[in-house]
């Protein structure tokens, strides 16, 4: 089984509709961050959560919201979607200290019609 | 700020050399290079902390000039299986592990 599971893998929905992606990890990693990838625009930090009671803004947190639920779970929320909402989205772990790497899970790639 | 890599794109013959830079307008703490092969997840590569250390693994190694704010990634006697798109993600501040990316280096090995 994968250390980091996102659901769904893949989704279609349309303009207006609510969307919940949800990551799950069993490496016991307290952080957990997510990203959006864009062709040609690299991976851009969306949210990112340091422990259950700690949620940061990143990048670009606008039109998203998040929710970590427990240690091991972590969601992303798009509360109204739109066209340019769509992308891949990728969640990532990883434990404390900066010389500790992220742990990506397979990603889910949306679109929004 | 996002890092700037380049070059955006090399092509290459199985067994020839490549380098990949990343370059900041700030000061980093932390560099991490990831490798991700087309529709997969992005794959750890190596991390460079502040103190100039080179890194290396197997044929893949690694520099940080935190002077210069650079990371140069070093690829030598590249095989097909390095085929993919690098990105660098770089941390300003001790401990924070929050990444910003570089927009994408693209390699393609060819036999």
């Known amino acids: 089984d994968a250390d980091v599971t996102q659901t769904p893998r893949n989704r279609i929905t349309k303009t207006g509709k609510r969307i919940m992606l949800e990551c799950s990890q069993t490496k016991g990693h307290d952080r957990m961050y997510w990203y959006r990838q864009d062709p040609g625009l690299g991976l851009r930090l969306i949210y990112y959560?340091?422990?259950?009671?700690?949620?940061n803004k990143g990048e670009i947190s606008d039109g998203y919201s998040v929710s970590r639920q427990a240690q091991a779970k972590f969601s992303l929320s798009l509360e109204s979607a739109i066209p340019n909402q769509t992308a891949l989205y990728f969640c990532a772990t990883s434990a404390a200290g900066a010389s500790q790497p992220q742990h990506f899970g397979d990603g889910t790639r949306l679109s929004i019609l | 700020q996002q890092p700037v890599q380049s070059p955006q794109a090399v092509i290459l013959r199985e067994g020839e050399d490549a380098v990949i830079n990343c370059s900041s307008s700030k000061a980093l703490y932390s560099v991490h290079w990831y490798r991700q092969k087309h529709g997969e997840a992005p794959v750890f590569l190596m991390i460079?902390?502040?103190?100039?250390e080179q890194k290396g693994h197997e044929k893949i190694s690694a520099s940080f000039n935190e002077k210069k704010q650079q990371s140069s990634l070093y690829l030598t006697a590249s095989q097909l299986s390095y085929s993919g798109t690098y990105f660098c993600?770089?941390?300003?501040?001790?401990?924070?592990?929050?990444?910003?990316f570089g927009q994408g280096t693209r390699l393609t090995i060819n036999p």
């Open positions: 460079l902390l502040k103190g100039g």
């Open positions: 959560s340091f422990d259950v009671k700690d949620i």
């Open positions: 993600g770089t941390g300003r501040i001790q401990g924070a592990q929050k990444l910003v």
